[in-house]
């Protein structure tokens, strides 16, 4: 490749540009996939928080729900009566460039049981409490788990982008910065002898 171009200063001065734009272009994605990788370790452990809280949530929530169909009978028309949720909203928000999801609901400070009090018991209502719990949870592992997911494409695309100038156009550059400087000394030194052979000439 650096032999294939013509040794003139000016294309001295356009491969040392690139290979200048190709170091800069290495150092802000070398850059960026470490601030992507910082941010995607610490979703991980969050995500693993999440799961072992969500699992043991979830445990308590069947574990009330059972002993209040075995005191109540059969729950399932006091369930019914539970509105349907629509309250989920998604946004976004931008890490170097990469849009990750922002998940909200709207979640009362307090949950206000939506049942008729006089049919329960406090079992249901621990039940009620916390499977609320685990909608509140759930709505966060969504938005950690596809955070991750965006952000290990993200990281392996800026990878491979890096190495591509680190491997091969910061080489290929310099190769060629090497040859065309190498190239115009040796003509420079050509000159040089030969306008000194040319005065020699002159004097004699």
């Not at 009362?108 to 909608?135: Q, R």
């Amino acid at each position: 490749m650096a032999e294939q171009i013509f040794p003139t200063k000016g294309n001295l001065i356009k491969s040392k540009r690139q290979l200048a734009q190709a170091a800069m272009g290495y150092e802000l994605m070398d850059r960026k996939r470490n601030i992507l990788v910082r941010e995607m370790v610490a979703l991980v452990d969050e995500a693993k928080g999440l799961r072992s809280v969500i699992d043991s949530t979830y445990a308590e929530a069947y574990d009330t729900l059972e002993y209040a169909n075995i005191s109540l009978g059969l729950v399932t028309e006091l369930a019914r009566t539970m509105p349907v949720d629509n309250s989920l909203n998604l946004s976004v928000r931008s890490v170097m460039g990469v849009e990750l999801p922002k998940l909200t609901a709207e979640l009362a400070p307090v949950v206000e049981p939506t049942y008729p009090m006089g049919l329960t018991n406090s079992m249901f209502d621990k039940a009620y409490i916390s499977f609320n719990k685990v909608k509140e949870l759930m709505v966060r592992l969504a938005e950690v788990e596809n955070c991750i997911y965006r952000l290990a494409e993200a990281i392996k695309k800026t990878q491979k982008r890096a190495n591509a100038l680190k491997n091969i156009m910061i080489p290929r550059f310099r190769a060629q910065v090497k040859y065309i400087t190498n190239a115009l000394e040796e003509k420079e030194r050509e000159e040089f002898t030969r306008q000194k052979v040319i005065k020699k000439r002159k004097i004699g």
